[in-house]
């Protein structure tokens, strides 16, 4: 299981799919088990051992469990798997495990019995790595923030190149010590502990690299909106297919405001880097919510991102299947009528405690 950078394919369901449980299934197997804290989905019960089980969400947001009969497919949603093979009484390790794998399928597109669960619902860390660039960056940002600082005016760096060459400047080192001595002195840390600072500000720019990191991938999901345009160019003129296209185009506004919406806040919350320091577990946190959210409207991209950048542009049926299919992709999962909310209740929650926090 791995999650964004590279996001987890998930395999295609060849053969028919059915949402009922068989009678093959019907395994009538009861049993006892304690449970006990896991690094791994581990499962007791033999419907967890067929051919072929893995978890997966459904197009309807259901987590299922699918497994394979013959040249087939079932598909059988977790609670009617709890309802069917008495896996619902308190205690059972499979119960509990089940609810770990509904809790999981936001970190990755599937899982296996016996994969690793992510490091997200152990200890809220990230399950996957990043490229240095990607710490590179993070490092960079906090290093202006805290130069920013220093000279009375906070900002967010978008230039990259600016970035890394102001990092790199001795001036800026220079100015870096003076601020981590100044904060010392207003959080009250004695100037020789100034480590914890700095420990503080690695801790920051670590978890932020996660967030830079999903920057980086989410330019993939504004690259199929350049290409789409790119074919509407193409297709101008057409009589049909030029009309999805500019449904598709339609369509994306919403997911792309999102996902840019994320980013904004994530950025607003570290740009002033004395309050994100002095409620350090508070910013951990609301970095970590996040990520996760961004994460979360990610994952299921991959497959087009891939696709649809391979796609040249030209009129063919080809290319037009690929893009309908996209746009089937697009009216499932972003009606024009749904509403997204901008953050969880979760991340609501994180960024009051964290002004009700600094306001101290």
């Given at each position: 299981?791995?999650?964004?950078?590279?996001?987890?394919?998930?395999?295609?369901?060849s053969?028919?799919?059915?949402?009922?449980?068989?009678?093959?299934?019907?395994?009538?197997?009861?049993?006892?088990?304690?449970?006990?804290?896991?690094?791994?989905?581990?499962?007791?019960?033999?419907?967890?051992?067929?051919?072929?089980?893995?978890?997966?969400?459904?197009?309807?947001?259901?987590?299922?469990?699918?497994?394979?009969?013959?040249?087939?497919?079932?598909?059988?949603?977790?609670?009617?798997?709890?309802?069917?093979?008495s896996?619902?009484?308190?205690?059972?390790?499979?119960?509990?495990?089940?609810?770990?794998?509904?809790?999981?399928l936001?970190?990755?597109?599937?899982?296996?019995?016996?994969?690793s669960?992510?490091?997200?619902?152990?200890d809220?860390?990230?399950?996957?790595?990043?490229?240095?660039?990607?710490?590179?960056?993070?490092?960079?940002?906090?290093?202006?923030?805290?130069?920013?600082?220093?000279?009375?005016?906070?900002?967010v760096?978008?230039?990259?190149?600016?970035?890394?060459?102001?990092?790199?400047?001795?001036?800026?080192?220079?100015?870096?010590?003076?601020?981590?001595?100044?904060?010392?002195?207003?959080?009250?840390?004695?100037?020789?502990?100034?480590?914890?600072?700095?420990?503080?500000?690695?801790?920051?720019?670590?978890?932020?690299?996660?967030?830079?990191?999903?920057?980086?991938?989410?330019?993939?999901?504004?690259?199929?909106?350049?290409?789409?345009?790119?074919?509407?160019?193409?297709?101008?003129?057409d009589?049909?297919?030029?009309?999805d296209?500019?449904?598709?185009?339609?369509?994306?506004?919403?997911?792309?405001?999102?996902?840019?919406?994320?980013?904004?806040?994530?950025?607003?919350?570290?740009?002033?880097?004395?309050?994100?320091?002095?409620?350090?577990?508070?910013?951990?946190?609301?970095?970590?919510?996040?990520?996760?959210?961004?994460?979360?409207?990610?994952?299921?991209?991959?497959?087009h991102?891939?696709?649809?950048?391979?796609?040249?542009?030209?009129?063919?049926?080809?290319?037009?299947?690929?893009?309908?299919?996209?746009?089937?992709?697009?009216?499932?999962?972003f009606?024009?009528?749904?509403?997204?909310?901008?953050?969880?209740?979760?991340?609501?929650?994180?960024?009051?405690?964290?002004?009700?926090?600094?306001?101290?």
């Amino acid at each position: 299981m791995q999650p964004v950078a590279p996001l987890v394919k998930g395999n295609s369901c060849s053969g028919g799919i059915d949402h009922s449980v068989p009678d093959e299934l019907i395994i009538g197997d009861s049993y006892e088990s304690t449970s006990r804290r896991s690094t791994h989905f581990l499962f007791h019960h033999k419907l967890f051992t067929m051919t072929g089980a893995v978890f997966r969400m459904g197009e309807d947001s259901v987590p299922l469990l699918e497994v394979r009969l013959g040249e087939n497919k079932a598909q059988i949603p977790l609670k009617a798997a709890l309802a069917e093979f008495s896996l619902d009484a308190k205690g059972q390790a499979d119960t509990e495990m089940l609810d770990q794998v509904t809790k999981g399928l936001r970190y990755v597109r599937e899982i296996r019995p016996g994969d690793s669960i992510p490091r997200e619902l152990l200890d809220g860390t990230a399950s996957w790595t990043v490229q240095p660039k990607h710490t590179m960056i993070a490092r960079g940002r906090i290093t202006m923030q805290l130069v920013s600082w220093m000279t009375g005016e906070e900002a967010v760096i978008f230039d990259l190149g600016k970035l890394e060459q102001i990092v790199e400047d001795p001036l800026t080192r220079r100015r870096v010590n003076e601020a981590v001595a100044e904060i010392c002195k207003m959080l009250g840390i004695p100037i020789e502990l100034r480590q914890t600072v700095i420990d503080q500000v690695d801790q920051m720019a670590h978890e932020l690299s996660f967030i830079e990191a999903l920057r980086d991938y989410a330019g993939g999901v504004k690259r199929i909106l350049d290409k789409v345009n790119q074919f509407s160019r193409v297709y101008d003129g057409d009589k049909s297919f030029y009309d999805d296209l500019q449904r598709i185009k339609s369509l994306m506004k919403k997911p792309l405001t999102q996902i840019e919406t994320y980013f904004l806040q994530a950025d607003a919350q570290t740009a002033e880097i004395i309050p994100a320091l002095r409620n350090m577990k508070s910013t951990i946190n609301f970095i970590r919510d996040i990520r996760d959210e961004i994460h979360g409207a990610l994952m299921n991209w991959e497959d087009h991102i891939t696709t649809i950048d391979e796609l040249h542009v030209e009129r063919s049926r080809p290319n037009e299947a690929v893009l309908r299919k996209f746009y089937g992709f697009l009216a499932r999962n972003f009606p024009e009528s749904r509403e997204w909310p901008l953050f969880s209740k979760q991340i609501r929650s994180n960024a009051k405690k964290a002004r009700n926090t600094s306001g101290h």
